[in-house]
């Protein structure tokens, strides 16, 4: 069974940028046509999906943060990271970490394994 | 403002059937695109529920199921359980995003 776990900074300041890494055990990151996501819920809202890797390094990034979110992935270490730059208060949420099923289509997927989150307040 | 809308809230008493609702549009459930279900208990992993519309992972009792009609979704629970209340999300793909989105989420609450 997959399991994952979030780790990073709790507090991270307006216009920095936030860094978070999801450590995977009992699978590889890199193992054929396995994926990789983020997802945040900020306080009080439903949840949001920000973007995937897949095992070969190919990316899909929301619209919302396209232009200020990296994922990428460290096969040594068997972990993937998100890179979210020039934070407001708005980035403030708990951020989870997920591993992706990709169907059939191609483009259609879904979350069968979660970590348990981890708050990030974006704050001065 | 979530893609996918659902009640706040739904509650029902232990034994009795309580249904969650998810509404989307033409360009994510009406197109036809896969539903999801997710289980969310706060402080705790959000858990697979039902995937590809009507399919349950291994150890989900079949106490919940679900149905889609048109740009609509439902999660039904059946034989409500005091171990039913937490938050449940429904998901899908939306071509206009060419991503993933979520419903807002419903809290259960079990009377």
Redesign the interface.
Known sequence: QVQ?QESGPGLVKPSETLSLTCTVSGGSVNSAFYYWSW?RQPPG?????I?YISYSGIT????SVKSRVSISLDTSKNQFSLRLSSVTAADTAVY?C?KV?L?ASG???????????TLVNVSS | Q?VLT?PPSVSGAPGQRVTVSCTGSSSNIGAG??I?W?QHLP??????LI??NTNR?SGVPDRFSASRSGTSASLAITGLQAEDEAAY?C???DSG?????????TKLTVL
């Open positions: 994952l997802v809202k439903g949840l949001e999906w973007g899909n990034y929301s619209p989870y997920a099923v169907q483009y259609e997927y879904y979350f069968d394994y979660w970590g348990q989150g | 979530s659902q695109y896969d999801h997710y402080g705790t992993a959000p858990k697979l995937y590809a992972p999300y998901q899908s793909y995003l060419s991503g993933s989105v979520f419903g807002g989420g």
